[in-house]
């Protein structure tokens, strides 16, 4: 493995909280402009592993490297260079949707002018320029998952992390939410998805699949079924927690 080809590579990591280990040696790579799923059911440990990649949480042994930086000895220059949305908070309800763009443009280091060009941008490509000054809360799910998703991607991020950003959404908004990640990978940007839609799973180009702290299995979703001798990523998937 060539590390200069990869933007993320995890080696060894582990991650504990008291005797409980949450990751237990992960060692994974991803590479720059790839689309990586990182699969496993609720508690498998996605969401703490996410947390160290994005400079959230410290390792408590191992190694990984984002955009070039370690997240233990260098988080803030790690959170500089990458974007994350989660299911549950990614804008600020009591905010407008202007503001929320101008809010993390000004924390992304970003100009007046370029924030206020990101937010023309962003607002005409999903169609929703009335929704400039309504408040967030107003906004139906669907719609506000694709303005978060853009307003993690206005500093042009070299990763970008999605915690579930599908749940609980319509099925033609999780495509429509697909295609604006399919865009950003084509522009450059590697996309670290989660999600618990194994449907989802056949959209990445790789794959993890994590039980109980451990990555299981990692390949594209052909090689996987081919593996396990199954049809669909669903199959692959219970046969692995199971």
């Known amino acids: 493995m060539n590390d200069n080809e990869h933007i993320i590579v995890v080696k060894d990591l582990v991650k504990k909280f008291g005797q409980f280990t949450a990751n237990d040696r992960l060692n994974f790579s991803v590479r720059k402009g790839e689309i990586f799923g990182f699969l496993g059911a609720n508690g498998a440990g996605k969401t703490t592993a996410i947390k160290i990649l994005s400079g959230l949480s410290k390792p408590t042994s191992g190694q990984a490297v ?3 930086f370690d997240v233990a000895r260098h988080p803030d220059r790690v959170k500089r260079n990458i974007g994350y949305m989660s299911q549950h908070f990614s804008m600020y309800n009591d905010l407008t949707v202007k503001e929320n763009f101008r809010f993390y443009g000004g924390i992304y280091g ?3 002018k370029e924030i206020k060009d990101k937010t023309s941008y962003y607002l005409e490509k ?4 009335e929704f400039e000054y309504m408040l967030v809360r107003q906004i139906p799910l669907g719609w506000k998952q694709k303005l978060a998703f853009s307003v993690a ?3 042009d991020p070299a990763v970008i992390f999605l915690d579930e950003p599908t749940g609980g959404v319509d099925p ?3 495509r429509q939410f ?7 990978a084509a522009a450059g940007t590697t996309v670290f998805v989660t999600t618990h839609y194994m449907d989802e799973a056949e959209y990445c180009e790789r794959v993890s699949i994590m039980s109980e702290g451990r990555i299981e299995a990692i390949g594209s979703p052909g090689e996987l079924k081919k593996q396990y001798g199954v049809p669909t990523m669903n199959d692959v998937f219970i046969k692995i927690a199971r």
Do not use: P, Q
């Not at 999903?126 to 320029?129: A, F, R, S, V």
């Open 66 to 68: 984002v955009a070039g």
């Open 110 to 112: 970003l100009s007046r």
């Open 126 to 129: 999903l169609k929703m320029e």
């Open 153 to 155: 991607n206005m500093h």
């Open 172 to 174: 033609i908004t999780r």
């Open 178 to 184: 697909w295609e604006l990640i399919y865009e950003s």
